[in-house]
């Protein structure tokens, strides 16, 4: 089985032709496809794991409550998601980083070590530090995370699953996006190493 997926590459148009239709098969038997939140139940099983930060509540919708107002919002949704984090959701996360490390390894490409954590356009513009690659994409990260969370969702939530709802605030996230990512990344990236 190795050698057939070694063998078959897809070009971007297949690839996407199959992402559409995972997305429309998620929405039709489940729900739309959005990630981001896992990371705000992650922190919230580890918080409630040191201090209560769930409790049941019969008075509450979903059943549970907290009192951190962004936990309890939508009826304790979030509440109830940390106190029974096997769901849907929070497994779809963790199938994303397990179908990310297999596709690396039935991947023909080969990638050399040093490329993979200094890719050569980090190195021609940044050199060969890895703390200051660690740090900026650390901190990269974060920046993403918060502004996904401010807006109310992420990249799949709002550019995928939002667009292909025809959702105006799924529209103008993915404007808004792109007119800041490539600006930064040409400015960041330009004229190599100095």
């Known amino acids: 089985m190795t050698k057939f997926i070694k063998k078959k590459k897809w070009k971007w148009l297949k690839s996407g032709i ?32 040191v201090k209560e930060l769930v409790v049941e509540d019969a008075g509450a919708k979903s059943g549970y409550s907290s009192l951190n107002a962004y936990i309890n919002k939508s009826g304790g949704k979030y509440a109830e998601n940390i106190a029974n984090p096997i769901n849907y959701s929070f497994i779809f996360a ?25 890719p050569k ?10 703390k200051k690659r660690y740090l900026v994409s650390f901190l990269g ?40 990512a490539i600006p930064t990344a040409i400015i960041l990236y330009r004229g190599g190493r100095r």
């Not at 179908?99 to 050399?112: A, E, P, R, V």
């Open 18 to 49: 199959v992402l559409g239709f995972v997305f429309i098969i998620a929405v039709i038997f489940v729900k739309p496809i959005g990630v981001s939140t896992q990371f705000v139940i992650f922190d919230g099983i580890v918080w409630n794991s």
């Open 94 to 118: 963790f199938a994303m980083i397990i179908g990310g490390f297999t596709g690396s390894k039935l991947s023909n490409k080969k990638i050399k070590k040093e490329e993979k954590s200094l």
């Open 121 to 130: 356009v980090w190195q021609d513009r940044f050199g060969k530090s890895m």
């Open 141 to 180: 990260g974060v920046i993403a995370l918060f502004g996904a969370r401010l807006a109310g969702g992420c990249t799949s939530g709002h550019m995928m699953s939002g667009m292909m709802q025809t959702s105006i605030s799924g529209y103008l996230f993915t404007l808004g996006t792109f007119v800041v």
